[in-house]
């Protein structure tokens, strides 16, 4: 990590911003570890965008935090046996979303009210874990950094293949069981009676939120997960009332966030978890200001 | 049929015919919407059958159109009326409708049909959350409506709704009953904003149940004999009965509404 660190480091010493965009992204195109950054950024944002449409609509942003919280711990678990990291913040996601699941038991009907104490106390649990890893694992502070807030640019090409495989898995799931899914999460009493499974469909939905908070952990780092995971969303959910409109609207923020965020840092050597975020800001604020006008 | 340890009510014999409209009452707390819920198989009886439209209870549901009791939708709800519809008809199919098919295009020609029945196409476009109770109910009739079921089964959907939007939504699905020849089955705790287009009426008290016409059931003596406490029904000059006396509900009935935010 510390060897593409310092890569970064020089090429931000040779690269300078012009409006000569394509000259840009050539320049950016030159070094692998931006492919794959803009690579892995595009996977996310359009995954993280899709489910995040879900987690809004369902009200259930809380829970996703947590998820993405417990993104921290998997890594710092992960590093401190000597495994793949990626590993780490799967297997971390999904076990608390699993834990969400169990633990909650929404009582019937509309409302995930009894959910947040539930999701309130393993956010607590799991990232004082992920300090006590840290801690134990002496002197790794940059990686507790990118832990939090995210490390673009030292993505390989074998994270970019496993992000790709677990995000067509996600979407494919979600394509099976998305029509039902927003009949459970706006209409759940009707949906019940019609036999849609509206409990076994919270689980999954779980599921797949923890893994799109596990996706978007190694972009964004898990504290700014919500960059790509609710802010997409929520504009999308605020410009439009249509379902298709909104998810397209919401990848389509998603990933102009992405690019836009990498290439600033790529220019600016501040930290890609910012920049992404700010882009992401800038958009919710601006939908903001034009509804508030209208 | 029992809930926990408390016996709701016992030799309840339901018979309705096709094409009528039919409101289950009684007060508070009585099993209602127990009752609706036995006939869709959500809830098993404790002892008996229940045949709805000639199969076990739970059976025929896709012949059923179900609005539950009161939802209303949070005011942030970014959903349109009509994708509300929408799911009535096809919301428990899996995989996503593919946007250009010859049965999209059919699909969303019943969801506005459906729409235009019920008198709510000027605002079904619009986020449901934003619109008003009233609006709302038709929207969730329309809902119910959209797979022409011959088994419509409402609980309580005048609750919450001001005096006209309650008797211009009786009047409405009186409308549906007649021209569709659609099987209503509603349950009301209050027999006035609907009596006028009554066929027969189910009341539930205190155990026991009796079934008939209005003018049958609705009098001192029946109603005296289910509570077996004096009750008096009286006609108001226009023409409404009301009821007088009716006991309150027994106070250890609060998990009737689990589920259902307030």
């Known amino acids: 990590m510390t060897l593409v660190a310092s890569v970064v480091a020089v090429s931000n010493g040779n690269a300078s911003w012009s409006w000569n965009l394509p000259g840009n992204v050539r320049d950016m195109f030159g070094y692998p570890f ?86 309130g106390t393993v956010q607590a649990f799991v990232l004082a874990s992920g300090y006590l890893f840290a801690t134990l694992y002496n002197g790794l502070l940059s990686g507790l950094n990118n832990q939090l807030f995210g490390f673009t640019f030292g993505i390989t090409d074998d994270q970019v293949v496993t992000l790709a495989a677990v995000a067509v898995i996600v979407l494919a799931v979600l394509a099976v069981i998305g029509r039902r899914l927003f009949f459970a999460s706006i209409d759940s009493d009707v949906a019940d009676a019609r036999g849609v499974g509206v409990r076994l469909l919270g689980v999954v939905f779980l599921l797949v939120l923890g893994a799109a908070a596990a996706e978007a952990s190694q972009i964004t780092g898990a504290l700014l997960v919500f960059a790509l995971l609710v802010m997409p969303a929520a504009v999308a959910q605020r410009v439009t009332a249509r379902p298709v409109a909104g998810i397209m609207l919401a990848v389509l923020i998603g990933v102009v966030a992405t690019w836009a965020g990498l290439t600033m840092a790529y220019y600016t050597s501040y930290p890609s978890g910012f920049c992404i975020t700010t882009f992401a800001f800038v958009a919710f604020i601006a939908v903001h200001r034009v509804r508030a006008r209208a | 049929m029992r809930v926990g340890d408390r016996l709701l009510w016992h030799d309840v014999n339901v018979d309705v015919p096709a094409g009528q409209f039919v409101a289950i009452l009684g ?3 009585v099993g209602k919407s127990t009752l609706i819920k036995a006939a869709l198989g959500v809830i098993p009886l404790a002892d008996g059958e229940a045949y709805v439209l000639g199969e076990p209870a739970g059976v025929a549901n896709r012949d059923i159109g179900y609005l539950p009791q009161r939802r209303s939708f949070d005011s942030s709800l970014r959903v349109r009326g009509i994708d509300v519809v929408r799911l009535g008809l096809d919301g428990d199919r899996f995989g996503l409708p593919w946007p250009w098919s010859a049965k999209n295009r059919e699909a969303g020609r019943r ?18 959350g934003e619109l008003s109770g009233g ?28 005096l006209p939007n309650q008797s211009a939504i009786a009047e ?91």
């Not at chain 1, 921290?72 to 590093?79: D, E, H, I, K, R």
């Not at chain 1, 046996?81 to 969400?100: D, E, K, N, Q, R």
């Not at chain 2, 969801?111 to 709510?120: L, M």
């Not at chain 2, 059931?217 to 023409?239: F, Q, W």
């Open chain 1, 34 to 119: 931006m492919v794959n950054a803009f690579r892995a950024g595009t996977i996310v944002a359009i995954l993280g965008a899709i489910v995040g449409w879900y987690m809004v609509l369902r009200k259930q942003t809380f829970a996703g935090h947590t998820l993405s919280v417990a993104a921290f711990p998997g890594a710092a678990a992960a590093t401190l046996i000597g495994i793949s990291a990626t590993v780490g913040y799967f297997a971390f996601c999904l076990a608390a979303a699993l834990v969400i699941a169990i633990a909650s038991r929404p009582s019937r009907g509309r409302g995930f009210s009894a959910e947040s104490a539930v999701v």
């Open chain 2, 27 to 29: 007060p508070n707390g």
């Open chain 2, 111 to 128: 969801v506005r049909d459906v729409i235009e029945r019920v008198d709510a196409s000027s605002y079904a476009m619009r986020p449901i």
């Open chain 2, 135 to 162: 609006e709302q109910q038709r929207l969730l009739i329309a809902q119910a409506l959209v797979r022409d079921p011959r088994l419509l089964i409402l609980d309580e959907p005048l609750d919450s709704l001001d």
């Open chain 2, 172 to 262: 409405l699905i009186r409308r549906v009953c007649v021209d569709s020849g659609v099987t209503v089955l509603m349950v009301a705790h209050d027999v006035n904003p609907i009596l006028p287009y009554l066929d027969q009426v189910i009341y539930l008290a205190d155990g026991g149940a009796v079934c008939g016409t209005p003018a049958e059931v609705i009098t001192s003596p029946t109603l005296s004999a289910l509570y077996k406490t004096p009750i008096e029904v009286l006609r108001t000059s226009d023409g409404r009965l009301v009821v007088v006396g009716q006991p309150e509900a027994p106070a250890h009935h609060a998990d009737r509404h689990t589920g259902q935010p307030h």
